[in-house]
Structure formats: structure tokens, C-alpha cells
């Protein structure tokens, strides 16, 4: 499933705080649009496209801006 995520751009649906603070994006998996609970390291406000970087499991992603 890492290999699945990591790569994937996705949409904040609940803002991330940056740090600690998880918020969560939606990206599509399978043909399926799953929610993941995501940390970055800077705020990220709703409705931003992200990159994941890295998967921690449990349904929790490590994100980064996305600039197209």
C-alpha cells in the first residue's frame, strides 16, 4: 500500500496545522477516493492540492505542498 500512496496528489479536506497537528486529505486509490489523516510541515489551508512523501501506516501521510 506504501508503494500505492507515496507520489499520489491529493486535496486538504480539514486543514493541516503543520508540526504535529494532523489534518486530512482525500486522494484516490484504486479508482476509490479514501481519507487520510496528514501532517506537514507548515500549514496547509482546505481545498490545496499535496504530494505525499511518505506513508507512516494507519492511515497517515506525510504531505507537501503541490505546485502544478
Known sequence: MEEEL????????????????????????????????????????VGSRVLVVHHRGDRTVDVEPWIA
Open 6 to 45: 507515496v507520489g499520489k496528489v491529493g486535496d486538504v479536506v480539514v486543514r493541516i496545522e503543520g508540526g504535529n497537528d494532523p489534518g486530512e486529505v482525500s486522494i484516490v486509490v484504486d479508482g476509490m477516493r479514501e481519507r487520510y489523516f496528514a501532517l506537514g510541515r507548515e500549514e496547509i489551508p
